[in-house]
């Protein structure tokens, strides 16, 4: 069963349109983390944001927010006023007490068209 | 500020050979990973290591894949025999606290090698 799933496998809007990434986790560890990661076109993985189990307050940095909601198991990516350079591959992840290694889901292809 | 770096970023090698993927983790960091991205899908884990042993691995780890901290800065990551199907990304990553505990701490990821298998 699939752990973390990103059902957006692309999307594409328009410059300075606002735009939400979905991610839906799974889990039975009470502890966990969350994470968002990008991947740009030049293949690294860059570290967005990390959320733990127990903060279900919301985050803004710049035009980026999060909105993490237990109850439906989701950890949802909103870029405000999109870019160009916004254009990447974006992974959501879960990290569970239980193990060592991050569960990814299959990412969205985010394409920002001037 | 510190990153993780992989050399080399692009490796071609022929089926059969063996290849030796490196990694320079962040320097005070503990642990080290490595996971995999055939093209076009999702990042996979492969294994985690602490303390020079191996800590974690995943079904895709078998017996054709080792890895080593040689020295006090490099994790490498040995294809003994090198499949077609094992052409992808190569992700090292690190992390300053388990990824297995508490406090739970976030894993840097390197630039990745790119695997071509012909």
């Known amino acids: 069963a699939q752990k973390v799933t990103q059902a957006q496998t692309e999307i594409s809007v328009v410059e300075k349109e606002d735009v939400t990434l979905d991610c839906v986790y799974e889990?039975?560890?009470?502890?966990?983390?969350l994470f968002w990661y990008k991947q740009p076109p030049s293949g690294e993985l860059v570290f967005l944001i990390r959320?733990?189990?127990?903060?279900?307050q919301n985050e803004i940095s710049g035009r980026y927010s999060w909105n993490f909601q237990k109850s439906t198991s989701s950890f949802n990516f909103t870029i405000t006023a999109s870019q160009v350079v916004d254009s990447a591959v974006y992974f959501c992840?879960?990290?569970?007490?239980?193990?060592?290694?991050?569960?990814f889901g299959t990412g969205t292809s985010l394409t920002v068209i001037p | 500020e510190p990153e993780v770096t992989q050399t080399p970023s692009h490796q071609v090698t022929q089926m059969g050979q063996e290849v030796i993927l490196r990694c320079v983790p962040i320097?005070?960091?503990?642990?080290f990973y490595w996971y995999r991205q055939i093209l076009g899908q999702k990042v996979e884990f492969l294994v985690s290591?602490?303390?020079?042993?191996?800590?974690?691995k995943s079904e895709i780890f078998d017996d054709q894949f080792s890895v080593e901290r040689p020295d006090g800065s490099n994790f490498t990551l040995k294809i003994r025999s090198t499949k077609l199907e094992d052409s992808a990304m190569y992700f090292c990553?690190?992390?300053?606290?388990?990824?297995?505990?508490?406090?739970?701490?976030?894993?840097?990821f390197g630039p990745g090698t790119r695997l071509t298998v012909l």
């Open positions: 959320r733990n189990s127990f903060d279900e």
């Open positions: 992840a879960l990290s569970e007490v239980t193990g060592n290694q991050f569960y």
């Open positions: 990553a690190s992390s300053a606290y388990p990824s297995g505990g508490n406090p739970r701490d976030t894993q840097y």
């Open positions: 889990t039975r560890d009470t502890t966990y983390y």
């Open positions: 320097s005070n960091h503990l642990y």
């Open positions: 290591f602490y303390n020079n042993e191996i800590s974690e």
